[in-house]
Nanobody, 127 residues
Framework: QVQLVESGGGLVQAGGSLRLSCAASGRGFSRNPMGWFRQAPGKEREFVAGINFSGRSTPYADSVKGRFTISRDNSRNTVNLQMNSLRPEDTAVYYC????????????????????WGQGTQVTVSS
């Protein structure tokens, strides 16, 4: 059974930092594009950042560019999201996702592009 498990969420003051991690089990995703999405109450799920299998393509949402950094450790089957200079508008449930296509150079930036999803981790940024 394939599982993606997020960790690292929590409550932080504006301007602070958090590091989210996504661990995969049941199969490896070192050859697959991976992504982070978020969903705030009453809003649609939105793309935050993604990374292709080689790590050379890392698209970001405009709202997080320069503040968030996505990375992957294929030896540990994990994907991380370093979030700095957090703002109250970053408050949301953050989801890790995996694309089933192998060695795909492009990174999907919409939810239909991903077949596997984690349960999500809450990030709350207080002002």
């Amino acid at each position: 059974q394939v599982q993606l498990v997020e960790s690292g969420g929590g409550l932080v003051q504006a301007g602070g930092s958090l590091r989210l991690s996504c661990a995969a089990s049941g199969r490896g995703f070192s050859r697959n594009p991976m992504g982070w999405f978020r969903q705030a109450p009453g809003k649609e799920r939105e793309f935050v950042a993604g990374i292709n299998f080689s790590g050379r393509s890392t698209p970001y949402a405009d709202s997080v560019k320069g503040r968030f950094t996505i990375s992957r450790d294929n030896s540990r089957n994990t994907v991380n999201l370093q979030m700095n200079s957090l703002r109250p508008e970053d408050t949301a449930v953050y989801y890790c996702a995996a694309d089933a296509r192998l060695y795909f150079v492009d990174v999907p930036t919409t939810p239909p592009g991903y077949e596997y999803w984690g349960q999500g981790t809450q990030v709350t940024v207080s002002s």
